[in-house]
């Protein structure tokens, strides 16, 4: 094959791309960035046709492959510079101005063909909203009933199990104090039960009043607190009445004497208090 011949085929090859390219990207078509699509370069088909010029020349010369008469240099190289300008060359070129541009993406059928896009997915977003909406209210009056009973069910439940954990901590308590208390009452009585004549007796007294003391207010830091007694009504609930005395000092069902002080913790009653209760003489 001729030198001619191979770029023959080197152009029609160029010019076919070139086709190519010009029908994927016609003119006015934009990217995404708002970028002009610039039309292919076609330098290599202006090498190419300058290639043929030289090899018809050549031919012309020395006879080989192909007559000089068979395809004439220069029309033929018009032509092909005429076509490569034609792809090189355009309002949509790497040369075209920006402004340009700028014009087709503020057009009016540009503008109007993006916000009738836009609608479009504003009502398909619309129906799916009404759509999800009449699935959640069909899903809640099938089972809306039964998710507020559970509801109220397990507020009733957490609030038994309040509660019962409170009383269960303060009945754990009062067993505690009321321990406690047995041998602060030792500590009582035994300073009571000592004359203290002596220093070493006092000494020993005042220690057991310390030890009594210091206990208590151990326990009153734990909400520990002595029931009334002397002077109030007499109440089931905190006292324990074993025995009634004639008095005139005191109105009849009150509490006139104690022999054993009582103490509650909150609600929660540690002890009766061990009372005698005043009945006319």
């Known amino acids: 094959m001729s030198c001619a011949m191979r770029s023959l085929f080197a152009v029609a090859a160029m010019l076919a791309a070139n086709e190519a390219c010009a029908f994927v990207h016609p003119a006015g078509l934009t990217s995404l960035a708002g970028r002009s699509v610039a039309a292919p370069a076609c330098t290599s088909v202006e090498r190419s046709s300058r290639r043929w010029d030289k090899a018809q ?10 007559s000089s008469g068979e395809q004439p240099a220069g029309p033929f190289s018009s032509w092909v ?47 799916d909203i009404v759509t999800a909406q009449a699935q959640a209210d069909e899903q809640w009056a099938e089972w ?61 007294v005042a220690y057991y009043k310390d030890t009594y003391d210091n206990m208590m207010k151990c326990l009153e830091g734990l909400d520990l607190v002595e029931v009334d007694t002397i002077g109030a009504p007499f109440d089931y609930n905190i006292h324990n009445a074993i025995m009634r005395e004639n008095t005139d000092e005191f109105p009849e069902d009150v ?26 003489p």
């Open 81 to 127: 510079k005429k076509t490569a300008g034609r792809f090189g060359r355009g309002p949509f070129s790497r040369a075209a101005k920006k402004d340009e541009v700028d014009d087709l993406l503020n057009s009016d059928a540009f503008l109007n063909k993006k916000v009738e896009m836009l609608q479009k997915q504003i009502n398909a977003t619309q129906a």
């Open 144 to 204: 809306g009933p039964q998710v507020q009973r559970l509801e109220k069910e397990f507020s009733a439940l957490k609030g038994r199990g309040g509660e019962a954990r409170t009383q269960a901590y303060n009945k754990g308590k009062a067993e505690a104090i009321n321990n406690i208390l047995g041998v602060a009452d030792n500590f009582e009585r035994a300073a009571g039960a000592i004359s203290a004549e002596t220093d070493g007796e006092r000494a020993v």
């Open 255 to 280: 509490v006139c004497k104690v022999f054993q002080k009582g103490y509650q913790v909150g609600d929660t009653l540690v002890r009766p208090a061990m009372v005698a209760v005043a009945v006319p």
């Open 57 to 66: 020349q050549l031919d012309a010369g020395n006879g080989d492959g192909g």
